[in-house]
């Protein structure tokens, strides 16, 4: 069984400065890795993922995140935030083999971009 | 990018009716499908597992008498929340796993009056 944890449920930020959106993960076998964004009454978005390779992922919008095996971790960041931005955002984890590919999420954070 | 399209989007319906919400990958197949509730401020919480041609897997402590799921096709799965009370009054999210990547419909907010 996997477990994600989401230490901020909030994090205020001004726009401009830069964040990071903390998740951890447990998990007895290797994972898939992923951020999600939900703005208000809608579904999730991928923002990015990452499946093997470069530990360092990217999205087209500016955020990054990187896998840390060591520290089981896949912090998300942005080295400068907009308005747009504000938004929930969900770590998640499925395992490679077995597990029937359910995600595993962690409780969220709100990111909320402040001028 | 893949596209899961989920509906109605928002519903209000009487305490003691049915509701159906749909879900479709438009442009892919999907042999499994997945329902989750989400209550407000909080994660997402996995009601069930939808597979193509067989019976759902509910998770613990989900009716399902209650969360009726069909999946009759490669490309959509319905979810029937049956006699419908005010606690049931939710969001509720379907997504559909192409390889390794979910895609997630747009929810539906479900409210009982």
């Known amino acids: 069984a996997q477990s994600v944890t989401q230490l901020d449920s909030q994090v205020p930020v001004f726009e401009e400065a830069p964040v990071e959106l903390r998740c951890n993960y447990s998990?007895?076998?290797?994972?898939?890795l992923f951020w999600y964004v939900q703005y208000p009454n809608q579904g999730l978005q991928l923002l990015l993922k990452?499946?093997?390779?470069?530990?360092l992922v990217k999205s087209i919008n500016g955020f990054e995140a990187e896998f840390n095996k060591s520290q089981t971790s896949f912090h998300l960041r942005k080295p400068s935030v907009h308005i747009s931005d504000t938004a929930e955002y969900f770590c998640?984890?499925?395992?490679?083999?077995?597990?029937?590919?359910?995600?595993?999420f962690g409780t969220g954070t709100q990111l909320k971009v402040e001028l | 990018g893949a596209v899961v399209s989920q509906h109605p989007s928002r519903v209000i319906c009487k305490s003691g009716t049915s509701v159906k919400i749909e879900c479709r990958s438009l442009?892919?197949?999907?042999?499994?499908m997945f329902w989750y509730r989400q209550f407000p401020k909080q994660s997402l919480m996995l009601m069930a597992t939808?597979?193509?041609?067989?019976?759902?897997?509910?998770e613990q402590g989900v009716e399902k008498d209650k969360f009726l799921i069909n999946h009759a096709s490669l490309t959509l799965s319905t979810l029937t929340v049956t006699s419908a009370h005010p606690e049931d009054s939710s969001f509720y999210i379907c997504?559909?796993?192409?390889?390794?990547?979910?895609?997630f419909g747009q929810g539906t907010r479900l409210t009982v009056v």
């Open positions: 997504s559909a796993r192409r390889i390794a990547e979910a895609f």
């Open positions: 998990s007895s076998v290797s994972v898939y």
């Open positions: 990452y499946l093997s390779g470069s530990t």
């Open positions: 998640a984890v499925s395992a490679i083999t077995g597990g029937g590919n359910k995600l595993t």
């Open positions: 442009d892919f197949q999907a042999t499994t």
């Open positions: 939808s597979n193509e041609g067989s019976k759902a897997t509910y």
